[in-house]
């Protein structure tokens, strides 16, 4: 009982903490998702791309924010953003600037996500067949109606389970941007087991939200994924 | 580059890139070993097991690796007087043993799924063949299902790997002195981005070795499938 009254709201329990604490981890994941995909929309054309040096600049991308822990990924833009950003401000004024560690999170998260995307969106394309752009084509269809038309609503339902993945990884992912001091669900948890000596039952409590956010989202996606197959029912 | 900084910095990260490996290395195989009595329980006749063989690996697949770190690490200072009573306390209090056990547990979880996967992806008719042939419910299994098995689940087992390494670097959290761990402390003190950097190339080295020695793993063990070109 006493145990379940620290999870209160109010000023005795931790429960807004957390709440206040998950709302940012959503924001952040929410916030990254919209950057990922865009992103790795122009990293997978330039993966397609008829110029060699844009292939292999974009073939380079995915390989290193694929192959790094996400855990530097976030110290190396944060600190490496921060000093980048200082340099710039300095050409002009001696102000001094601080790099929200939001946006840290929030790009160090996206450009992780941007690769694995990229390689989901490549496949997606190869998996569109040739054919679908002749017949278009046959149809006297222009370029941009093919593309939204004919190409687009393939390309959703073929990227769509990489990309359902991609963002349970990336709510996961979110945890990390903790040790860049962002009040998100993680760190709150960790000031509240700080005041309350409670370690195991904050802790867990927390895995508990994180695993209701995968399952909510699991919902999300499954009704996403029915409507993008609507098409596609026999 | 700076050369004194790499002398003074750099023996300390390659010794954490040994930690590194020595931890991925460890939870890979131990979680290798769980996994397999894991992918049976999902399967299991009995309602109970798969009860609370889907409710492990659901848990571990989607919740954070840190969290999962520290509800070990620390949440078992919680229970430090009965842990201190079975005689337990030396292993949670070491934080290499918390993350050995947490990854473990967590890979575990991974690769039950992909063998389970893997498992069901053999067609029925093999089982079929194997019985009308007179084999064993157990001989079928070890000789005829789980090689195929493997050679399906290679691919992903090399990918989980990677993300075992990858995943590893959140040991740095909790006071392991891993590649991450070296570094941090090595920026710490000297406040040069470049550190960041040189782990950036270890751990892409670590990575890119691993992925080619895994795809020459693969074509070895698929080579008796080379002529007709099948893939699994």
Redesign the interface.
Same mark, same amino acid.
């Given at each position: 009982m006493e145990t379940l009254a620290l999870f209160s709201f109010g000023p005795e329990g931790w429960g807004d903490e957390l709440a206040g604490g998950t709302w940012l981890t959503v924001r952040l994941a929410a916030a990254t998702l919209p950057f990922g995909l865009a992103l790795g929309l122009l990293v997978a054309f330039a993966r397609r791309s008829k110029w060699k040096a844009l292939r292999i600049s974009s073939n380079t991308f995915t390989? %290193?924010f694929r192959? +790094? *822990?996400? +855990?530097?990924t976030i110290? &190396?833009v944060y600190?490496?953003g921060q000093?980048l950003l200082q340099k710039l401000i300095s050409t002009v004024s001696d102000a001094q600037v601080t790099l929200s560690s939001f946006v840290a999170g929030m790009v160090a998260l996206g450009l992780v996500f941007s690769a694995y995307a990229s390689e989901v969106f490549v496949g997606a394309f190869k998996n569109i067949p040739q054919g679908h752009y002749d017949a278009a084509y046959a149809l006297g269809m222009r370029r941009i109606p093919t593309l939204y038309l004919v190409v687009l609503p393939q390309f959703v339902r073929l990227a769509l389970p990489g990309v359902a993945n991609l963002w +349970?990884i990336l709510l996961?992912?979110?945890?990390?941007v903790? %040790?860049i001091a962002l009040s998100d669900l993680?760190r709150q948890?960790?000031v509240a %087991?700080g005041a309350t000596?409670? *370690?195991?039952?904050f802790?867990?409590a927390?895995?508990l939200i994180? +695993?209701t956010m995968? &399952?909510v989202s699991s919902f999300g996606i499954t009704a996403i994924e029915r409507w993008s197959e609507r098409g596609d029912r026999h | 580059m700076n050369l004194e900084l790499l002398a003074r910095y750099g023996p300390r990260m390659l010794e954490g890139l040994l930690v590194t490996i020595e931890l991925v290395a460890i939870s890979v195989t131990i979680g290798a070993v769980l996994a397999l009595p894991i992918a049976f329980a999902r399967m299991s006749r009995h309602r109970w097991l798969r009860a609370v063989s889907f409710a492990y690996v659901y848990f571990f697949r989607g919740t954070p690796l840190l969290a999962q770190t520290y509800l070990v690490y620390y949440g078992s200072g919680q229970f430090r007087p009965f842990f201190n009573s079975i005689g337990m306390w030396w292993f949670f209090r070491e934080a290499f043993l918390c993350c050995l056990l947490t990854f473990t547990l967590n890979t575990a979880a991974y690769q039950a799924e992909i063998l389970r996967g893997a498992i069901r992806a053999i067609a029925q008719g093999q089982r079929e063949a194997a019985m009308s042939l007179g084999l064993k419910p157990h001989q079928t299994f070890l000789k005829v299902i789980l090689p195929q098995a493997l050679i399906i689940a290679l691919r992903p087992l090399g990918n989980e790997i990677i993300l075992m390494i990858k995943g590893s670097a959140v040991a740095a959290i909790v006071t392991v002195f891993d590649l991450m761990g070296a570094t941090r402390l090595a920026f710490a003190r000297s406040f040069d981005i470049s550190v960041y950097l040189w782990a950036a190339v270890l751990y892409l080295i670590l990575v890119e070795s691993l992925r080619r020695l895994w795809n020459r793993l693969e074509q070895r063990m698929t080579r008796h499938m080379a002529i007709t070109g099948v893939r699994a």
């Open positions: 390989t %290193v192959g +790094l *822990p996400e +855990l530097l110290f &190396i600190y490496g000093l +349970l996961k992912d979110t945890a990390l903790s %040790v993680m948890t960790y %087991v000596k409670q *370690p195991f039952a802790y867990l927390a895995c994180y +695993l995968s &399952i | -």
